[in-house]
Nanobody, 128 residues
Framework: QVQLVESGGGLVQAGDSLRLSCAAS????????MGWFRQAPGKEREFVAA????????YYADSVKGRFAISRDNAKNTVYLQMNSLKPEDTAVYYC?????????????????????WGQGTQVTVSS
């Protein structure tokens, strides 16, 4: 069992930046691919970004490409999501998730069913 705890959300203005963190409870975190998803009120959960267990490969949703950056520090059992140039449409609850099967990083990363463990989420609100 892996517990994931997100932090770093908050209320910001359009154009601001935030960095989300997701801390894992087990050192085996370093062996998992990790992803970030988000869910806005009244909408379905959507993929944001994914990173391989080595941090050598990343993949982003088109809506955040060039603005968001996913990274990880395996020594700290933590994955990050740096969010720049935030827009009101980025408002959502952000979740991190762990993929223990470690299939390839790419379009398949967008499928939430591939992830085995999920955090509780952290709220990000961007005002215009």
């Amino acid at each position: 069992q892996v517990q994931l705890v997100e932090s770093g959300g908050g209320l910001v203005q359009a154009g601001d930046s935030l960095r989300l963190s997701c801390a894992a409870s087990r050192r085996t975190f370093s062996a998992y691919h990790m992803g970030w998803f988000r869910q806005a009120p009244g909408k379905e959960r959507e993929f944001v970004a994914a990173i391989s267990w080595t941090a050598g490969n990343t993949y982003y949703a088109d809506s955040v490409k060039g603005r968001f950056a996913i990274s990880r520090d395996n020594a700290k059992n933590t994955v990050y999501l740096q969010m720049n140039s935030l827009k009101p449409e980025d408002t959502a609850v952000y979740y991190c998730a762990a993929d223990t099967a470690r299939a390839g990083i790419g379009t398949a990363s967008m499928n939430g069913r591939r992830y085995d463990y999920w955090g509780q989420g952290t709220q990000v609100t961007v005002s215009s």
